[in-house]
């Protein structure tokens, strides 16, 4: 999901690891597990915002949910510097190297990407704590950067086309491409249209993401785009997708 300019992970720890460098903390940010009798609940994150800093990249992260599960968060730190420059070296160099995350437990959706700030909805995750690869999605927003004209269907569906190249996690999320059927069209976005490219790599074009990419940051994109590209109207290219569409 998009606000603004534009706007969903790692499974090991390393928020005490050589992988990232907490500083600058602020708040409580004693990460103790609690203890009740001989059992160990589960930590969570306190209250507060912590800086992480890797190989130039930085992400901050405000809190603001005391009940929100610390393994959870520590999966958004993984995702981030182990997915994240590995987005801004494939779709865009030029992209910023630090971003913040705002765990929100008054925010309705799942996630939402403003600029450089994505605001993760804290209850998305206590009911859902798999779908980490919800961040994967959401910083493929911040790396697009496109500032006007993109159709927000490419848009959505480049980022789950990533979530599916990139992410981590989405087999124990149960995350996946849906089948194609008769009933989508290209323009459903998310999902429906990441199969769409994935199948346009495999099949038309192998670099025809990040070709797309390209075209809607520099602000070149129209729909003779999908004719320079690929010598066929995306309808036509949709209709040849349709005809074959196993990936």
């Not at 800093?53 to 510097?81: C, E, L, M």
């Not at 995350?101 to 859902?128: E, K, L, N, Q, R």
Request: glycine share 6%; hydrophobic share 40%; charged share 15%.
């Amino acid at each position: 999901m998009i606000i603004g300019t534009l706007g969903i992970f790692l499974m090991s720890a390393c928020s005490k690891s050589d992988l990232v460098t907490p500083d600058q903390p602020k708040g409580d940010l004693n990460e103790t597990a609690r203890v009740a009798g001989n059992v160990t609940a589960a930590a969570t994150t306190p209250v507060g915002t912590v800086i992480y800093t890797s190989n130039g990249y930085k992400v901050t992260i405000t809190n603001k949910d005391a009940t929100f599960d610390d393994a959870v968060r520590q999966k958004f730190v993984d995702i981030f510097f182990s997915v994240y420059p590995q987005l801004v070296t494939k779709f865009n160099t030029g992209a910023v190297k630090a971003v913040t995350f705002v765990i929100d437990p008054a925010y309705s959706g799942v996630a939402a990407t403003s600029g450089t700030t994505i605001t993760y909805s804290s209850a998305w995750f206590h009911s859902h704590p798999q779908d980490v690869d919800v961040v994967t999605h959401e910083i493929m927003h911040v790396v697009q950067a496109y500032t006007g004209g993109a159709p927000g269907w490419l848009t959505e569906g480049i980022a789950d086309y990533v979530r599916y190249k990139y992410g981590v996690n989405n087999g124990p999320a149960g995350w996946s491409l849906p089948n194609w059927s008769s009933s989508q069209s290209y323009t459903d976005a998310y999902r429906v249209t990441a199969r769409f490219l994935a199948w346009l790599e495999l099949h038309v074009r192998t670099s025809i993401v990040t070709d797309l990419n390209t075209a809607l940051r520099n602000k070149t994109y129209t729909a003779n785009t999908w004719v320079s590209l690929t010598t066929k109207t995306v309808d036509q290219l949709w209709a040849d997708y349709s005809a074959n569409p196993a990936l």
